[in-house]
């Protein structure tokens, strides 16, 4: 009894063993063209997932690849960050500062004060959009008009964040810069390593 114990047990421990060994499954966007790059990855609510690369956008199905046919100016672009909109239209920020929205593979540009990588998109449920940048900071749009954040010392952003509080987060080289849109003018924030990490937002 005890040996059939200890054979049962063994197994066990096998399969739990395999359990732990994690699934990788490599895919190849376009085969022959090792100068593709992945730079950025989105899911859509349909489960889609769009593929920035150095060399335009990709839709992925589960399936097969699709490039996403672009205006000219867009096509062979490096894209650097997907995300959505409110309505769910997809944004897309591009390495050279170009931001433009695509509903049903239909391009809208949008205007842009920035000539750099477009690192993070965020859109506020009142409509502002919010853009960091790596290079030349932050910007907001209300309405058609775009600001710059002013006074932030670090132009190095990489990662911007909704907190619950309503407040945004910024990723910067200088530190966590927590930024408040509902005062006016917009005032921020900035945590570095002198000053320590917030204990209240």
Not at 79 to 100: A, P
Request: proline share 4%.
């Amino acid at each position: 009894m005890k040996y059939i114990a200890f054979i049962c047990f063994f197994l066990l421990m096998r399969l739990s063993s395999y359990s732990q060994h994690p699934f990788f499954r490599e895919i190849t966007i376009e085969q022959g063209n090792d100068d593709l790059k992945a730079t950025t990855l989105f899911q859509s609510d349909e489960g889609l997932i769009y593929i920035g690369t150095n060399q335009g956008l990709y839709r992925y199905d589960g399936f097969e690849f699709e490039k996403i046919v672009l205006p000219d100016s867009l096509q062979n672009s490096k894209v650097s960050i997907i995300t959505s909109s409110l309505n769910k239209d997809l944004i897309i920020g591009l390495e050279n500062g170009v931001i433009f929205k695509l509903k049903n593979d239909v391009v809208e540009k949008l205007k842009s004060p920035i000539n750099s990588p477009v690192k993070s998109i965020l859109e506020l449920e009142n409509g502002t959009l919010w853009i960091a940048s790596y290079g030349e900071g932050v910007f907001y749009r209300t309405g058609s008009d775009w600001h710059r954040l002013a006074g932030l010392s670090d132009p190095f952003v990489y990662q911007l964040l909704l907190h619950n509080t309503g407040k945004i987060l910024a990723a910067t080289d200088g530190g966590l810069v927590i930024i408040d849109p509902q005062t006016k003018p917009v005032s921020f924030r900035v945590f570095d390593r002198k000053t320590g990490c917030p204990t209240i937002l």
